[in-house]
């Protein structure tokens, strides 16, 4: 059973750019969540897909926005990038209804912006 | 407030010695749900265990535990015979009622760091 991947395992981008980042689900989850961890913090949710429409979002702002595609995987696209943007994200994957529904997360990717 | 409170700044054990991690939590959800994390220095968060607001037994897996005390809104994790592997930060997660079904967003603390001396 393959786990959570994430790429790319680093990225170094420059202000005001865009980036986007990747992740696959693990087998069989149907739901993949996004968070936003910066060094020394708990992570922090940014939002929600399922079914491949955004459910649930937290408190980022609208350059923050994503995608999931049919075989679950889903994508974080940030705009406009801002120094504090530098942070690790994580993806993490759960599975249907039902459960305690534990989301099982992937290594993430570190992003800094300069 | 806080949801989800560590306070611990940072843990020492000692190899094969048990250590307990603090977690307190803030709801006025019935239903909820408490899951704890570990972060290597890699970054990966790894599941390690879960406990359900309506669960009569502390849960278990392995050599962790979870202290959970409903009424004081305590749910500490207990790791046993401590290892060298076990170094890494610890969080404390919650999923409320609120964020079930499909939205089920996890409020993280601010994570604790355990170090494992040999």
């Known amino acids: 059973e393959t786990g959570v991947t994430q790429s790319p395992t680093h990225l170094i981008k420059t202000r005001g750019q865009q980036v986007t980042l990747r992740c696959s689900s693990q087998?069989?989850?149907?739901?993949v969540s996004w968070y936003q961890q910066a060094l020394g913090q708990g992570p922090q949710f940014i939002f929600q897909y399922y079914r491949e429409e955004e459910n649930g979002r937290g408190n980022f702002p609208p350059r923050f926005s994503g995608l999931q595609f049919p075989n679950y995987s889903s994508e974080l696209n940030v705009n406009a990038l801002e120094l504090d943007d530098s942070a690790l994200y994580l993806c993490?994957?759960?599975?249907?209804?039902?459960?305690?529904?534990?989301?099982?997360f992937g290594p993430g990717t570190r992003l800094l912006v300069l | 407030a806080q949801k989800i409170t560590q306070t611990q700044p940072g843990m020492f054990v000692q190899e094969k010695e048990a250590v307990t991690l603090d977690c307190t939590y803030d709801t006025s959800d019935p239903s909820y749900g408490l899951f704890w994390y570990k972060q290597p220095s890699s970054g990966e968060m790894i599941f390690l265990i879960y406990q359900g607001s309506y669960d009569q037994q502390n849960a278990t897996e392995g050599r962790y535990s979870l202290n959970f005390q409903k009424a004081r809104k305590s749910a500490n994790l207990v790791i046993s015979a401590s290892q060298l592997g076990d170094s890494a930060m610890y969080f404390c997660?919650?999923?409320?009622?609120?964020?079930?079904?499909?939205?089920?967003?996890?409020?993280f603390g601010k994570g604790i760091t355990l170090s494992v001396r040999p």
């Open positions: 993490a994957s759960s599975p249907p209804m039902g459960g305690q529904k534990t989301q099982y």
């Open positions: 087998s069989g989850h149907n739901t």
């Open positions: 997660a919650m999923r409320e009622a609120a964020s079930t079904g499909a939205n089920s967003k996890l409020t």
